[in-house]
């Protein structure tokens, strides 16, 4: 009974010892373990170094991308702020340009009126001329008619004779009917009766004068008792001007329709057409004028009003020709 636990326990330790020398033989050699822990580490650290290289070259690159954006923006900038400059400057350069031409061109047309006045004027005088003379020609057939006449009665009453008689028993002549009659001067002459050149420029040297509400009276004269004739357009076109000049910009607008729609060949058309679109863009009716300023330039391309007209349009922001 003894025996058995002792083989038992022997059994046991035999047992551990085996499984002890199967694990003994079994594992891999504890240097070798070491061997390979070593490599290991070392590769780990390698990477590692890499790994802490190739972040400071990305970190370098990063900065370097950093300031080369930067450095760009700022070029940008730069760039964007020369270009503002630049089209300010262009901006300048056009507004200067188109002050310019409109002076320019207020010159030209201010130049073409008074050329076309003085002609009128011109005109006019020699009409009044003529007219002075023909009065000067009756003049001096009424004296010499009535100096005939006073000759023939003188004779009538003279004695068969001969002998004479004192003067004293002679007819008295009416010395009232030997006088010449006065000379009417135009001035004189009611409007109806004037030439209608002398009537308007009498008119227009009053408006050149400033003095508006006379030459409101007088145009009106000339378009009351000449409507038919040319210089009436003329007369309606400068009423539109002292309107325009007054602020009442409808009623101007309504004399520059006068001109258009009755006087298709009269020298104002051009300027009436201007007139009108600018009366209509100051009583902000913007889409009539422009439109009225397209026809000029439509049917006057190469007048001085239509380079006036373009410059207008193109001041407003509004494209020189039409869209279609």
Do not use: C, W
């Not at 630049?86 to 409109?102: E, F, R």
């Not at 040297?205 to 000339?222: C, H, P, Q, R, S």
């Not at 607008?253 to 009108?276: C, F, G, M, R, T």
Request: charged share 20%; net charge neutral; aromatic share 6%.
């Amino acid at each position: 009974m003894m025996n058995k636990p002792v083989r038992l326990t022997f059994s046991v330790v035999a047992l551990a010892i085996f499984v002890l020398v199967l694990a003994l033989f079994s594992a891999p050699p504890i240097s070798a373990v070491n061997k390979d822990m070593v490599q290991l580490q070392t590769q780990v650290q390698e990477l590692q170094t890499a790994l802490a290289r190739l972040q400071q070259s990305n970190d370098e690159r990063m900065g370097l991308l950093k300031d080369l954006v930067e450095k760009t923006a700022d070029s940008v900038n730069k760039m964007s702020l020369n270009v503002t400059d630049l089209q300010k400057g262009l901006q300048k350069t056009q507004d200067a340009q188109s002050g310019k031409v409109d002076q320019i061109s207020d010159k030209i047309q201010s130049m073409n009126e008074s050329i076309d006045e003085l002609r009128k004027i011109v005109l006019g005088v020699n009409t009044s001329l003529q007219a002075v003379q023909k009065q000067q020609q009756s003049i001096d057939a009424n004296i010499q008619n009535l100096t005939q006449q006073a000759t023939a009665a003188a004779a009538a009453a003279a004695p068969a004779d001969g002998t004479g008689a004192p003067a004293a028993s002679l007819p008295a002549v009416n010395q009232a009917a030997v006088a010449p009659p006065p000379v009417r001067t135009p001035a004189a002459i009611a409007p109806a009766a004037q030439p209608v050149a002398v009537l308007y420029n009498t008119a227009y040297g009053d408006y050149n004068a400033a003095k508006y509400a006379l030459a409101a009276a007088e145009f009106n004269d000339v378009i009351k008792f000449y409507l038919d004739n040319n210089l009436a357009g003329n007369a309606f076109y400068y009423l539109g001007e002292i309107d325009y000049r007054g602020g009442k910009y409808a009623a101007a607008a309504k004399d520059y329709d006068k001109v258009l729609e009755q006087y298709p060949d009269n020298s104002k058309i051009p300027a009436a057409h201007l007139h009108k679109g600018e009366a209509l863009i100051a009583m902000k009716q913007k889409d009539a004028g422009v439109r009225e300023l397209y026809t000029l330039i439509q049917r006057f391309p190469t007048s001085p009003e239509a380079t006036l007209a373009r410059s207008k349009l193109s001041g407003m922001g509004v494209p020189v020709t039409p869209r279609r």
